[in-house]
T-cell receptor, first 112, second 112 residues
């Protein structure tokens, strides 16, 4: 158990819908990362937050947004969902900006 | 685009043999990390090597880093069936915050 909790574990939704994925980082970790993993794209970095502030952005679509709250949990919002958004979404946390990251078990999103 | 590229994409060896995986990257890094992923599950951190280090050991794992060649290798000695997994390298790039960028991974199969 990495100490990073992601909910829900599985999510099935229809095209055009909006979903929210939640991540609770390890106790004391200030940094949260979001990744998307699909079969044909590998593990894609989406966005990183540090102590509530967005610090780095990757290949995140405009339909996707995220935030980190004062209690350090983070949410990833996916809207206007398309079939191609079906993937595993991982959250990871780390203590600071230059240390190892610990991953949650992921949310498997299926868009039908 | 991916920063790191693992080689080979797939590796199959007999139990007890050593497994070597390589990672090449393109830009300057702050650190390089190796992770393991069992099918469909979260990534597990294995080892972190900083840009000013050349070699690091952890149990049966040995990681080398050659910043002049922008490459790293992961050696797993005396492999076991439980080592069967996908292995990813991730480069830590400091751009105001650590952007952890993953390669496509090496699928390692240990045959009993």
């Amino acid at each position: 158990d990495s100490g990073v909790t992601q909910t829900p574990k599985h999510l099935i939704t229809a095209t055009g819908q909006r979903v929210t994925l939640r991540c609770s980082p390890r106790s004391g970790d200030l940094s949260v990362y979001w990744y998307q993993q699909s079969l044909d794209q590998g593990l894609q970095f989406l966005i990183q937050y540090y102590n509530g502030e967005e610090r780095a952005k990757g290949n995140i679509l405009e339909r996707f947004s995220a935030q980190q709250f004062p209690d350090l949990h983070s949410e990833l919002n996916l809207s206007s969902l398309e079939l191609g958004d079906s993937a595993l979404y991982f959250c990871a946390s780390s203590t600071s900006l230059n240390t190892e990251a610990f991953f949650g078990q992921g949310t498997r999103l299926t868009v039908v | 685009s991916q920063q790191g590229e693992e080689d080979p994409q797939a590796l199959s060896i007999q139990e007890g043999e050593n497994a070597t995986m390589n990672c090449s990257y393109k830009t300057s890094i702050n650190n390089l990390q190796w992770y393991r992923q069992n099918s469909g599950r979260g990534l597990v951190h294995l080892i972190l090597i900083r840009s000013n280090e050349r070699e690091k050991h952890s149990g049966r794992l040995r990681v080398t880093l050659d910043t002049s060649k922008k490459s790293s290798s992961l050696l797993i000695t005396a492999s076991r069936a439980a080592d069967t997994a996908s292995y990813f390298c991730a480069t830590g790039i400091i751009q105001g915050a650590q952007k952890l960028v993953f390669g496509q991974g090496t699928r390692l199969t240990i045959n009993p």
